[in-house]
């Protein structure tokens, strides 16, 4: 009975010091970014520098300003690399130790701290190493916005066609952005699957469900930029990924989303889909 005893005593200790060592893992998975935290990292980003300091990186996202800047959302800033030659969210965590009651490893927090209230205050968040690179940036980024989308569902097969089908659309000075010829046809033959939609205020199917969080996703980047619908439709049906207002439906050639753009250069529209997360920005040529 003793040395029973014993064995269960050890093996109730080897157990909690597996659960001890749980406890004190660090953090390995990024965390999902707030708009808010999204815009201050945008804010923080230089996407030249980010793609000439990190080759690797520039490579695998073929260049793509907001895939640079979703790589260093949801990626870099947890391996350590520099947002630009002047920002390093690690660095600034271990420089500014009185900001760890705060934002413990949050380094999404620290980022938004700095761009809200670090940088007026005059606070240090210059990279230790690799701000020696200067690079001109060619983009002046407008407007951001994510949405988030259930990637194990067949809408995210339509999602992700789309914003990839609006991936790097330019929109010459003078011209007009249509969100339904840039996503083109919505038919099996482009890969579009048979999703959920809605019709005349109800829930049905329908080929290229969810294409519209892609138009919708746009025009929510359109309003933090301050550009106005030329065009714009509401869902006959409230949406659960935007705020009541903010989205816009496209349906074949009746219903689309349009904007002018009255700027002298031209501006760029980047749109991604990864892991649940749909992402759109509008850049501005310089």
Not at 5 to 14: D, E, G, P, V
Not at 82 to 106: E, H, I, R, V, W
Not at 222 to 238: D, N, Y
Request: proline letters at 3%; hydrophobic letters at 40%; one cysteine or more.
């Amino acid at each position: 009975m003793e040395k029973m005893m014993k064995k269960i005593s050890k093996l109730f200790l080897s157990f909690a010091l597996v659960l001890l060592a749980f406890s004190v893992m660090p953090k390995l998975t990024a965390q999902a970014a707030s708009n808010d935290e999204l815009t201050a990292c945008s804010k923080v980003f230089d996407g030249a520098y980010y793609a000439a300091l990190y080759p690797d990186v520039a490579a695998s996202v073929n260049g793509s300003q907001l895939g640079l800047l979703n790589h260093y959302v949801y990626f870099g800033i947890y391996e350590g690399r520099n947002a630009s030659a002047a920002f390093n969210a690690t660095d600034y965590m271990n420089k500014n130790p009185d900001l760890q009651a705060l934002y413990g490893d949050n380094l999404l927090g620290y980022v938004f701290h700095y761009v809200n209230a670090g940088k007026a205050e005059g606070r240090d968040a210059t990279p230790v190493a690799g701000s020696e690179i200067v690079i001109p940036s060619n983009y002046t980024l407008l407007g951001i916005y994510s949405t988030e989308y259930n990637a194990e569902q067949a809408r995210a097969t339509n999602i992700k066609i789309a914003a990839d089908h609006v991936n790097g659309t330019v929109v010459e000075s003078g011209k007009t952005f249509s969100a339904s010829r840039s996503i083109g046809p919505r038919n099996t033959e482009n890969g579009f699957v048979t999703a959920p939609v809605f019709i005349n205020k109800e829930h049905a199917m329908g080929i290229g469900g969810g294409v519209c969080q892609v138009s919708s996703t746009i025009y929510a980047a359109m309003k933090t930029a301050g550009i106005a619908a030329s065009e714009r439709h509401p869902h006959s049906l409230p949406v659960n990924y935007l705020p009541a207002g903010w989205d816009a439906t496209i349906s074949g050639n009746a219903l689309d989303l349009k904007f002018v753009n009255h700027y002298d250069s031209n501006i760029v529209i980047y749109e991604t889909a990864n892991n649940g997360i749909l992402t759109a920005a509008l850049y501005l040529e310089n």
